[in-house]
Structure formats: C-alpha cells, structure tokens
C-alpha cells in the first residue's frame, strides 16, 4: 500500500471515520527483554530496576514478555511485579513443542501463584505473519493455554495485515480475550515525515476489520501490541531513518496521538538490547535491533516518555 506523506487532514478523517471505535485514553506499556546488555539472563533484582526506571520515566505500570519460560522470566519477573505495582503479560512460544511445553509449565508453575499480577497471557508472537500457524491451528494452542489460566485472558500478538486481511478471523470468531495489534510504519520503510498517518492507517485497518467479525470491540480488549522507532545507532530500512530525533518525534506524533484516540500501546521496547545478533528481515538485508529502546541499556531515558 502507498501512503501519501503525514497530513491533520488524514488523522482526523481516519478519527472520524473510527469514531466509534473511540474510548478513554489508551494505556501505555513496554515490551521487556529477559536479558542484561551483555546478554545474561535477569533475575528479580534486574527486573526490579526496570520497574524503578520505567516509573520514573513514564506512566507505563504494565508490561509485555514473549516466552515464560525464557531465562526463567515468569519465576523472577512476577515476584518482581507485585513489589513494584505493575503487572505483566507473560507470553508462550506455541513455535515448537519444547518452548510451548515450556511455558506452559511456566505458566502453570508462577502465573497460578502470582495470578494477581498477571494481566494477560498472549500465546504467539507473529506466528501468523511468518505463516507457523493457521488461525485454527493457533486458536488451539491458545485454547490449550486458557485451560491452564481459565480465569485469565488469553490471546496472542500479531501483525496489523493478518487482522486486516482475514487471516485471524478464526481468533476472533474463537472467542479469544485479547488481540495485540503490532503495526511498525519503520518497516515499511516509510520516513518519519509520513509514519503517523501509515500507523493510525494501519491500526484503524486492523481495529475496524475486528469489529466487522466480532460486531463489536467490546468483546475483545485490543491493543497495539508492538509499535516504535529505532534510535541511533540503527541501522535505515529504506527511507525510514534510525536516530534519537525521529524516535522522539514519533513517540510525540504517533504513539502520543494514539493514546489519546483511545487505543492501549505497548511501545517496542523499553530498554536497549546489545547482545542481540543482526537479523535478516524479508528484503534479505542485515538489520540492527540492538537499539529500539526508548531508555539505554543502562536504564536511562533517551527523550522525555509523557505525553
């Protein structure tokens, strides 16, 4: 899809045309990684320290992992959790059956114990996007883990076009609690002066399809799941520009904005990873994901994180 360059007019006809889909201010949360810089597993004083660090710097009490089991993050982020007042969506790598089996046990071993701090459970990251699962194929992967946490809501996280275009509906005629919406305009290379207008585009997309199947948002909590822009010292995707400036300019100008239309937004992510390797994306070329925190590595904020 072609995006003509960021325009109030765009935003506020995409607002109006959405209007119903409006509520209260959105809520904001971060993704967390389960590693240190140097690429050792965290234990709950490090997790304790994030949570210090993303109080400070913002309004986030709430944050996202990807596997339970990962560096044991269920066992020593939730303990973590309930000290410092947030609370977490733990996550399940339903990919292959030892990391599902994984975190299932992970799951039934600490989110039954620390059930109050548990927001959710999201079961997949994607899986759709890379074609790992059908939508059935992972609605039941996701009924499997629903069964373990049948008071807790479960769903999974994928990207904005698998919802536009269908691809989910079985998840969302199945009944799952929840749907996390990842939309990032950086990766479709957009620049920075048009990657307002192609998120909410995106987002809106995906949120009024949603509503189509399900008839009505409120029986489903959405939220985008994934959303951010790389600061310096990552790498450019096309006309999309890595650099401190462009983050700060889309965390005012797109997730501030989202926000206030009403839509929750977890930002990705909130802390520097280092030790990540370059990963190859669908171009074939190399890319840096080392620097997508809105805080450093050391915890500290790159720009101001208030709307």
Same mark, same amino acid.
């Given at each position: 899809?072609r995006h003509?360059?960021?325009?109030?007019?765009?935003?506020?006809?995409?607002?109006?045309?959405s209007?119903?889909?409006?509520?209260a201010?959105?809520?904001?949360?971060?993704?967390?990684?389960?590693?240190l810089?140097?690429?050792?597993?965290k234990?709950q004083?490090?997790?304790?320290?994030?949570?210090?660090?993303?109080k400070?710097?913002?309004?986030?009490?709430?944050?996202?992992?990807?596997?339970?089991?990962?560096?044991?993050?269920?066992?020593?982020?939730?303990?973590?959790?309930q000290?410092?007042?947030?609370?977490?969506?733990?996550?399940?790598?339903?990919d292959?059956?030892d990391?599902?089996?994984?975190?299932?046990?992970?799951?039934?071993?600490y989110a039954?114990?620390?059930a109050?701090?548990?927001?959710?459970?999201t079961v997949?990251?994607?899986?759709?996007?890379?074609?790992?699962?059908?939508?059935s194929?992972?609605?039941?992967?996701i009924?499997?883990?629903?069964?373990?946490?049948?008071? /807790?809501?479960?769903? =999974?996280?994928?990207?904005?076009? &698998?919802?536009?275009? $269908?691809?989910?509906? %079985? +998840?969302?005629k199945?009944?799952?609690?929840?749907?996390?919406?990842?939309?990032?305009?950086?990766?479709?290379?957009?620049?920075?002066?048009?990657a307002?207008?192609?998120?909410?585009?995106d987002?809106?997309?995906a949120?009024a399809h949603?509503?189509?199947v399900?008839g009505?948002l409120?029986?489903?909590?959405?939220?985008?799941?994934?959303t951010?822009?790389p600061?310096?010292?990552?790498?450019?995707?096309?006309?999309a520009?890595?650099?401190?400036e462009h983050?700060k300019?889309?965390?005012?100008?797109?997730?501030?904005?989202?926000?206030?239309?009403?839509?929750?937004?977890?930002?990705f992510?909130?802390f520097?990873?280092?030790?990540?390797?370059?990963s190859?994306g669908d171009?074939?070329l /190399?890319s840096?994901? =080392?620097?997508?925190?809105?805080? &450093?590595?050391?915890? $500290?904020?790159?720009? %101001? +994180?208030?709307?």
């Amino acid at each position: 899809m072609r995006h003509t360059s960021t325009s109030t007019a765009l935003i506020t006809s995409l607002l109006l045309a959405s209007s119903s889909l409006v509520s209260a201010a959105g809520t904001l949360g971060f993704a967390l990684g389960t590693k240190l810089a140097d690429g050792s597993c965290k234990f709950q004083k490090d997790y304790e320290s994030d949570f210090d660090s993303i109080k400070t710097a913002s309004s986030a009490r709430l944050v996202r992992g990807y596997a339970a089991s990962d560096c044991n993050f269920a066992e020593y982020i939730l303990p973590a959790a309930q000290k410092k007042g947030f609370k977490v969506i733990l996550g399940v790598w339903p990919d292959t059956d030892d990391s599902f089996n994984a975190d299932k046990t992970a799951l039934s071993t600490y989110a039954t114990k620390f059930a109050d701090v548990v927001y959710a459970v999201t079961v997949g990251s994607e899986t759709l996007y890379r074609g790992n699962f059908t939508g059935s194929e992972l609605l039941g992967k996701i009924n499997e883990v629903k069964a373990i946490l049948p008071n /807790a809501k479960v769903g =999974t996280a994928d990207s904005w076009n &698998k919802y536009a275009d $269908g691809t989910a509906d %079985p +998840l969302i005629k199945g009944g799952v609690d929840l749907l996390l919406v990842n939309a990032f305009p950086y990766w479709q290379a957009q620049p920075i002066a048009n990657a307002t207008s192609t998120y909410f585009s995106d987002i809106q997309q995906a949120l009024a399809h949603i509503q189509s199947v399900s008839g009505s948002l409120s029986s489903i909590e959405v939220w985008n799941g994934e959303t951010g822009w790389p600061t310096t010292g990552g790498t450019s995707y096309g006309t999309a520009t890595a650099g401190d400036e462009h983050a700060k300019t889309y965390w005012n100008d797109a997730v501030c904005a989202m926000l206030k239309w009403g839509v929750n937004v977890f930002y990705f992510e909130a802390f520097d990873e280092p030790w990540k390797p370059m990963s190859v994306g669908d171009t074939g070329l /190399a890319s840096d994901e =080392t620097h997508w925190g809105a805080m &450093k590595a050391d915890r $500290g904020a790159k720009f %101001p +994180l208030t709307c």
